[in-house]
């Protein structure tokens, strides 16, 4: 992992501003009144989910934390990891596989809105952590590997489907969510009446943001692969003819 972010070239002021700026989408995710109003709200819990997986995660993939981490430390602790991540880098790979980490991605996103296991998330602690590890964690997973695993020009069209699939199934249950005529999470019949909404309607406005906004922001992110597997077939050509 350390190596293959390390091929890159060193840490630029794009990357400390994509490090620094993941890590404040981050915190408004996690630790800002947004994860307190989750608890009341199915709308502001969509909004906290895509935060974590459409602003965070890129952010912190572009920015490359691995590369702040490893530097912050001495040079023998860095020696003595970089042996430990020879012996990961096997499931590095297989995690980060465009196929992989796309359809780990799209369970993680379908299973946790099945509401028996959402409507856990709501009175276990242990069940909310791992609904937000799994988000993040495949998050991480399917925005390196759209975005550090296409540097041949196939690899670009991978990654142009990818996101433009994510795009599809995640406005799909979106659309399922803003459709249905009755809650899929009755845990929040109680708690959104004081925010002048039925639980059917902050459901609604909650499909709304995953189906509109967020599937927006899929939509943009491969129309930019696009734009860069058409300058990396444009710099192919070029290389041809001279």
């Known amino acids: ?23 404040c989408a981050l915190g408004v995710a996690l630790v800002s009144p947004l994860h307190a109003l989750g608890a009341v709200l199915f709308s502001a819990h969509m909004i906290q989910h895509e935060v974590l997986m459409l602003v965070a995660a890129p952010l912190l993939v572009l920015g490359r934390p691995l590369l702040f981490f490893l530097w912050a430390l001495p040079l023998p602790w860095r020696r003595q990891l970089g042996r430990v991540n020879k012996n990961m880098q096997g499931g590095w790979r297989v995690l980060t596989h465009p196929f992989v980490a796309w359809a780990l991605h799209a369970l993680a996103l379908w299973i946790w809105h099945i509401p028996r296991l959402f409507q856990a998330t709501l009175t276990s602690d242990l069940a909310h952590t791992w609904q937000h590890v799994s988000f993040f964690g495949t998050a991480l997973c399917f925005w390196w590997a759209l975005l550090y695993r296409h540097r041949e ?42 925010w002048g909404l039925t639980s059917l309607e902050d459901q609604q406005l909650g499909g709304l943001i995953m189906w509109i906004p967020a599937g927006g922001l899929y939509l943009l992110a491969a129309l930019t692969l696009g734009a860069g597997w058409l300058r990396a077939a444009e710099r192919q050509v070029l290389r041809q003819v001279r």
Do not use: K, N
């Not at 350390?2 to 620094?20: K, L, N, P």
């Not at 659309?175 to 929040?188: E, I, R, S, V």
């Open 153 to 194: 020009l196939q690899g670009y069209g991978v990654a142009v489907l990818a996101v433009f699939t994510t795009a599809l199934h995640s406005s799909l249950l979106g659309a399922l969510l803003t459709l249905a005529p009755t809650p899929w999470y009755p845990a929040y019949a109680h708690t959104t009446a004081a």
């Open 1 to 23: 992992m350390w190596h293959t972010a390390g091929r890159q070239g060193g840490v630029g002021r794009r990357d400390v501003v994509a490090f620094w700026s993941g890590g």
